[in-house]
Every structure is written in structure tokens, then in C-alpha cells.
């Protein structure tokens, strides 16, 4: 399977501050109609998961624009360029490339 | 608007059995692949059983293999998830999930099973 591996595990911010969340998997996600189906979640306290963006860098509707992502390949990244308080909770990578779909270990976003 | 609404979850003793259903509106189950995550207390996602849009492909993780099976009610637009043989570590809040090109674009609300004696 292919394994996602995020850090940090967890992101102590200060509000207002930016904040950069990394997702590195074990093989490509190039799939072969040329897109990397890598997706970000975000997972309020308490809530079940949202989508924030799918493949790399598509946000979702209603999703603020302080969100981006990026990346291609291997390596992928979800930033926040000034952290809010409603930001507070876990955010997991997901691919689709490949067979079984697997998870990221998840990373806590803290206020310090 | 999309909505998926599961039921069904609760305490289970270990080597029980269990059914989840996840009703879905706003869309049919009969134009997306469907999935079950699960999260144990404090853990990750763990993606668990998928059925396709026709329903004659379903898949099964390893570690819910001969165990659990995935199936629907077309006619209720409704999701199942038949869960047998049930262990400790099979302890989590189970979602119903829709999938658009193989990323999950709703979930639902999630339902816990509890595997305890």
C-alpha cells in the first residue's frame, strides 16, 4: 500500500500567522490521465471530515482562500497563510492514485 | 443538497455481529462509488469497504476481509455495511462517504461501534 507520511504531527500557530503542512507518499500519485489525486481534510473537535482540496490544488466551495495547496509527484503541501481560530483541528492527506486509497497520519493545528 | 446519515452503530460484545446503514439523499447511489472509513478513539481514517456505482464491484481492506460486507438498497438509496466476527480493534466511529473521482467529497455524521465485552 502506499504510504503518506505528514509532519509535522503537530502545528503550533500563533493566529494571524501563516502555517505549512507537508505530505510526502512512497510512490508517485501521477496517475495516468495526468493528474495527482491527492486530497486534504480538514477534522474540526469533534466533527466528521471536510474536503479542502482535491487533486493538489482545487479548493472546495465555501473553502477560504487562505487555503492552498500544492505539489506534484511525491511531495505536497496544504497552506494556511494566516491561521484562524475555527483552523483549530486535524488535517489528513488522502490519495486516490492507487489501490487501496490510504490516509496520512493526520496533523493537529494548535492556537500556542 | 447531499446529505448521508448513518445508523445503527452501538455495543457489541467480540464475535457479534453488526448492520450500519447510511441513508443518502441528494444524489443516487447508483452514480458514485460509495465508502466506508472508519476511525478508532484518537486515531486516523482507515478506508474499510467500497461498493461501485453499478454495485457488482466491492472491496474489502485487508483487515476487515471475509469479515464485513458492503451492500445497498438502490430502491431506498440506502448503504449498508454487514459487519460479523467482530474484534476489539474494530472499535471506531464508522462514516459513510461518497467518492467523486476518487476523492471523498461528503461524509457523513458517523456512527460508533463499540466492540466490548
Known amino acids: 500500500d502506499v504510504v503518506l507520511t505528514q509532519s509535522p504531527l503537530c502545528l503550533p500557530v500563533t493566529l494571524g500567522q501563516p502555517a505549512s503542512i507537508s505530505c510526502r507518499s512512497s510512490?508517485?500519485?501521477?496517475?495516468?490521465?495526468?493528474?495527482?489525486?491527492l486530497t486534504w481534510f480538514q477534522q474540526r473537535p469533534g466533527q466528521s471530515p471536510r474536503r479542502l482540496i482535491y487533486?493538489?490544488?482545487n479548493r472546495d466551495s465555501g473553502v477560504p482562500d487562505r487555503f492552498s495547496g500544492s505539489g506534484s509527484g511525491t511531495d505536497f503541501t496544504l497552506n494556511i497563510s494566516r491561521v484562524e481560530a475555527e483552523d483549530v483541528g486535524v488535517y489528513y492527506c488522502?490519495?486516490?492514485?492507487?489501490?487501496?486509497?490510504?490516509f496520512g497520519q493526520g496533523t493537529k493545528l494548535e492556537i500556542k | 443538497e447531499v446529505k448521508l446519515v448513518e445508523s445503527g452503530g452501538g455495543l457489541v460484545q467480540p464475535g457479534g455481529s453488526l448492520r450500519l446503514s447510511c441513508s443518502a439523499s441528494?444524489?443516487?447511489?447508483?452514480?458514485?462509488?460509495m465508502y466506508w472509513v472508519r476511525q478508532a478513539p484518537g486515531k486516523g481514517l482507515e478506508y474499510v469497504s467500497a461498493?461501485?456505482?453499478?454495485?457488482?464491484?466491492?472491496w474489502n481492506a485487508d483487515s476487515v476481509k471475509g469479515r464485513f460486507a458492503i451492500s445497498r438498497d438502490t430502491s431506498k438509496n440506502e448503504l449498508y455495511l454487514q459487519m460479523s466476527s467482530l474484534r476489539p480493534e474494530d472499535t471506531a466511529v464508522y462514516y459513510c462517504?461518497?467518492?467523486?473521482?476518487?476523492?471523498?467529497?461528503?461524509w457523513g455524521q458517523g456512527a460508533l461501534v463499540t466492540v466490548s465485552s
Open positions: 462517504v461518497k467518492d467523486l473521482h476518487v476523492t471523498f467529497d461528503y
Open positions: 441528494g444524489f443516487a447511489l447508483t452514480d458514485y462509488t
Open positions: 461498493i461501485g456505482p453499478r454495485g457488482d464491484s466491492t
Open positions: 510512490q508517485s500519485l501521477l496517475y495516468s490521465d495526468g493528474n495527482n489525486y
Open positions: 487533486k493538489v490544488s
Open positions: 488522502m490519495q486516490g492514485s492507487h489501490w487501496p486509497h490510504t
